[in-house]
């Protein structure tokens, strides 16, 4: 019987290395080569609370086979009023104690309406406390992790609330796998800044979207930073829309390393005169790639707030 080949992406396996999680890469292996999701644990001789945790790592990867995703709309959340939250309290001791919790993450007591939130996002959402617990938490480091010396408004925790709901983030393993990713995106968002010589200023909204679309495609560090030096060299220094259109091209044409960068650069490409193009290296015209930026740049004006 002939032997069949798994493939994996080099993107999927800049994730999984990324993660540094190994039952979620023998997980993804496992899946890959055809095993059920109902098996996995059993075979690959994980616990329970091991297994979920390498899924967890792998829903957050965008590796796990894709799974129908619920959307909870705001407008579609029931209208609490102050006697459910009554009926909340009597019930027993879950939500009192969820509520005290929140009130001293946030140094504050909340009111009548901040409560009926906390409500909707325990009852509509169905976010346990535990987790309702780390998404408060998480929004208080984030906030921090921006400047903001205020603590987030109820309704940024809910904002944030209905995102984790629509993806699946509804239990501890997915919390704490999503929260951990958040702070590893965070250094290496830090790292590229420093790459690109901002010093202690912060990336706009647009930029940030612009740096986490990068890492999305996969590059590192030493990618970025090759794009830079090229960006400084043809326009004397920092300029987005360049340095994204040389990003682009690269990740358009498969070109994830430095290495197969520069051995795609050296390519020959026959110009007009008919002589091969110059390697990278070289100071004479930009490479192919260099040209399809400017050309990117010259055709649509980047707007850093998109």
Known sequence: MAERQITITEQAARR??????GDAALVYLYLAAGGAQETAMQQLHLDERRFEFAAATLRQLGLWPEE???????????VYTEADLQREYASGEEFSSMVGETQRRLGRILSTEELKILLSVYRYLGLAPEVISILVNYCIQRARARGNARMPSIRTIEKEAYRWADNGIDTMEEAAVYVQRQLQLQT???RVREILQLGERKFTPGEEKLVRTWLDWGFG??????????????????????????????HE?????VRQIEAGDRQP??????RPRQAV???????????DAIRRMMEKTFDQEE
């Open 221 to 250: 560090e030493s990618e970025i930073r090759l794009a830079y030096e090229k960006t400084c060299m043809n326009t004397g220094g920092l300029r987005w829309p360049y340095i994204n259109s040389i990003l682009k091209s690269w």
């Open 68 to 78: 129908e995703k619920k959307h909870l709309l705001p407008d579609a959340a029931p």
């Open 269 to 274: 490409e026959r110009a007009q005169s008919g």
């Open 281 to 291: 290296g070289h100071d004479d015209a930009p490479t192919a790639f260099e040209r």
């Open 16 to 21: 999984l290395l990324a993660a540094g999680n």
């Open 188 to 190: 290496r968002l830090g």
């Open 253 to 257: 044409q498969g070109l994830t390393t």
